[in-house]
């Protein structure tokens, strides 16, 4: 059902405000809907993008329906059934997929659906997720796939998340997207015994996406509320759906990181440190599930990575002040999510763990190691943690030159300005 029809001069106005509106959130449903019916990414996209722009044109003789999603959703669909007849593809299947919306063609390779217990996933972009960590993807293209395909976010954003090349990237998508298509890669949720196997991507996935919005890798702001908020959500879906040390974990730790966040930005949008934050605007009611949650996964036997996580995000929740952090907890925390973990961004955390517990002079030792890591050369916040450290140090020229590098990196322009803000008083100081 539409919306009532504005014939009126502003109406082309309203449906463009209502295409733009139409979020992440919405973007990513429909492609999931349409990539479990027909089992092509590329196809989904292209619908979903068709259907936008057959919204400006129909809406504003329609009205805005009431449920944008639905008619996209149908629109899309519509636009993919017209190019299968037009193609004379899969002709023989065609009333089949025009009676039956939920069921993807499957190839004898990977069983028959009707022989396989599929859970019924309370989020159709959860099942997608699961759906994207078949084992016959390699594990960098599956991340890559979820992050691109199924989290919404651009081939940059992907970049950044990953710590690779845009190129590689790219190439990752690709090949990922050659693989299902030449495999009939199936595109509905796993069997139900498999779900804890496809665990680890998924809770991967979830936890890269709120990344991104806590700390965008473009844009203006610093922030994007609308990405967090999807990644707890999914993450407290997980921990419902299948409850474990990690699944815990992971939901812990991004809830005591979203408990800072009436306190991240100043007025002015840039990005507060956690030194300098007033800890009585953090979220209580937050604080205390995130903890509950962090001392509930880390008295399981499966603990892991995403347990220690939230393990030290609680260190940093208990103390009254930034001076009262347990700094040698948490670099003792670091060392065993090394264990775990043992990747760049870890690592840093760790150095600066230790520069904080016992002297900035370890802490810039331990950094200098990473530096020959080239993923790292191109990560901003490793020459951000250089530059803090090296201030410590009262090395104002190096802490200079690392703010400089770290300007000249993919960042948000708010961050930008807050760094380019910390370098002009070291130069003046200087």
């Not at 996935?205 to 702001?221: D, F, I, M, N, Q």
């Not at 990747?343 to 840093?348: A, E, K, L, S, T």
């Not at 450290?389 to 009262?394: G, I």
């Amino acid at each position: 059902m539409t919306g009532t029809p504005d014939r009126s001069a502003g109406a082309p106005l309203v449906a463009r405000r209502a295409v733009a509106t139409i979020d992440r959130g919405i973007r990513t449903r429909v492609i999931a809907t349409l990539t479990r019916r027909f089992g092509d990414l590329d196809r989904a996209e292209d619908a979903l993008q068709d259907a936008l722009a057959q919204a400006l044109v129909t809406w504003p003789q329609t009205g805005v329906p009431e449920s944008p999603e639905a008619w996209l959703t149908t629109t899309a669909k519509r636009r993919v059934l017209d190019e299968l007849r037009r193609e004379n593809v899969l002709a023989g299947k065609l009333g089949q997929l025009q009676t039956d919306s939920d069921r993807a063609p499957v190839p004898a390779d990977f069983g028959d659906p009707a022989d396989i217990t599929h859970p019924a996933l309370p989020d159709e972009r959860l099942g997608m997720y699961f759906a994207c960590t078949h084992p016959v993807l390699r594990i960098e293209d599956r991340i890559a796939l979820m992050l691109r395909f199924v989290a919404g976010l651009t081939t940059p954003e992907v970049a950044h998340a990953l710590l690779i090349p845009v190129p590689t990237a790219q190439q990752r998508l690709v090949r990922a997207k050659k693989r299902i298509k030449a495999l009939g890669v199936p595109f509905h949720p796993p069997r139900a015994d498999d779900l804890p196997d496809r665990l680890g991507g998924v809770l991967r996935v979830v936890y890269l996406v709120y990344s991104e919005g806590y700390a965008r890798s473009t844009g203006s702001s610093h922030i994007r509320d609308d990405i967090t908020a999807e990644a707890i959500a999914l993450a407290r879906t997980l921990y419902v759906l299948l409850p474990c040390a990690e699944t815990a974990g992971l939901l812990a730790l991004l809830l005591l990181t979203e408990s800072r966040r009436p306190a991240r930005v100043d007025p002015d949008g840039r990005p507060i440190p956690l030194s300098d934050q007033d800890r009585t605007l953090w979220v209580t009611a937050m604080v205390r599930e995130g903890t509950a949650l962090a001392e509930s996964a880390a008295a399981q036997r499966d603990a892991g990575a995403y347990t220690i996580q939230a393990a030290i995000a609680a260190v940093h929740a208990e103390a009254r002040t930034a001076d009262d952090t347990d700094w040698a907890q948490i670099a003792v925390l670091y060392r065993l999510l090394e264990a775990h973990d043992p990747g760049p961004v870890v690592r840093i955390g760790r150095a600066v763990s230790v520069g904080r517990a016992f002297g900035p002079s370890r802490g810039i030792e331990m950094l200098n190691r990473l530096a020959s890591n080239p993923s790292l050369d191109r990560y901003r916040p490793f020459h951000v943690a250089r530059a803090l450290t090296l201030a410590e140090l009262d090395d104002h020229d190096g802490a200079a030159a690392a703010y400089r590098r770290a300007l000249e990196l993919p960042g948000n322009e708010a961050e930008g300005d807050y760094l380019a803000s910390i370098l002009a008083g070291l130069t003046q100081d200087s």
